[in-house]
């Protein structure tokens, strides 16, 4: 049964049982992923999942189901189990499903040409980048990663107040790690691209930068532990904003989860810094049009010039707050319940160049990876204490790599005290939202080391 042709007789079916307000929420995903190791396909994955979740008001109250099958042996259930499901939900709050915005922008985020491109080119490109990693030098001990990831996702939301939107988007990317080593020291770095073009990936240059990067980190020793500036490198950077980013949901806000309750309009940031929250950025892991719930979605100043300007916010939390959503319901699957998240959230580049943010510093550490993410900091109070590795600068240069060291602060201070953002913007493709930054300069971070 076609989906058009499913929805109809749900519609149908579901309005003689009782159900007031109806809606179909359909989400496809198809997959190619690849991995290479030594010459030879190591993984080979096609896969096409997806499902249909309803959603029905019926005495007032909102009901829920989800297939997985789009026949019509499935009909019947879904209105049997929403039906269960409202009645062991609170009758007390009036609910109703979004009737549509008056305006959508129109931007394509689907490319037949991506779509086009054939299994055996991609494996061609991660042959060739593999290959091209083992020959930058002797030193390169193995490529213990290689590998592609392709999606096309395809969601349509359809309900009976009006609503009726479909959207296709497509992506792929490429992750490279090596290993290095120099007697019996060994170090590895890990490097990926994203785009929607793939003829902009570069197999020679893809193996260049993370070859010398892993060779750069040889020598790495810890340091004397004490307050030095830092350098947050744009990997590090959005990695550390990516575990903070949860702080903006108004669902947190509202239950105490975020230290950003009652600062709207607040300064909580450095001047220089603007995190936008953008759904309409090309090659976007999170990019759309609308929203899970049919919202219209539209860039967004979160922080502008170093003031709070909003929170992210769905339609439940819009209400309670008695404002308009602004585009960031969302759900990870089919099956879950609406909650909040971000689309494309970045920290604005500006035009200073990573080389001049160090010849800036008389001492100072430039931190390039953090570990310890989800164990060493608090989301909610924003203090953080993480493993690091990156480089020693001394004398506005890089004098030798660190490694064996810990960074503590709180994220919230650390916004308020950027002294210096880069030209460099980078996305860390983490869960399901895309996080970026360019990098960071703060005038002190505890360091502890020897």
Known sequence: MKLIEFKNKLFEEGKQAGFSEMEVYYQSTESFSANIFQGEVDGYTLANEGGLSFRGLINGVLGYAYTEKIDATQIHFLISEATENA??????????????????????????????????????????????????????????????????????????????????????????SVVVASGEDFKSAMKFWITDDFST?????????????????IGATSIKSKHYPILLRNTAAASLLHVYASGFSADNVQNGRSLLKGQLEKRIASSSLTLIDNPHMNAGLSSQTFDHEGVATQPLHVIKNGTLKSYLYNQQTAEKDGVQSTGHGFKTSYKDTVSVAPSNMYIQPSDTTLDSMVASLDEGIMV?????????????????????????????KIDRPVDQITIAGNFFELLQQVEAIGDDLQFSPVGHSFIGSPSLQVPALSVGGI
């Open 87 to 176: 009645m062991l939900r609170d009758a007390d709050k009036p609910e109703q499903l979004f009737a549509g915005s008056a305006h959508y922008e129109e931007v394509a985020f689907y490319s037949e040409t991506l779509n086009n491109v054939s299994a055996e080119a991609k494996i061609k490109l991660l042959k060739e980048t593999e290959a091209y990693a083992l020959s930058q030098s002797d030193q390169v001990t193995s490529v213990n990663h290689c590998g592609l990831l392709s999606k096309t996702v395809e969601t349509y939301l359809a309900n009976t107040t009006g609503l009726d939107k479909s959207e296709k988007r497509n992506i792929t990317y490429v992750v490279l």
């Open 368 to 396: 390039t990876s953090l570990q310890g993410l989800h164990s060493g900091a608090d989301s909610v109070s924003g203090d953080f204490s993480l493993a690091a590795n990156g480089y020693y600068i001394k004398d506005g």
């Open 201 to 217: 990936f570069q197999p020679k240059q893809m193996a260049q930068e993370t070859v010398e990067e892993a060779l750069s980190y």
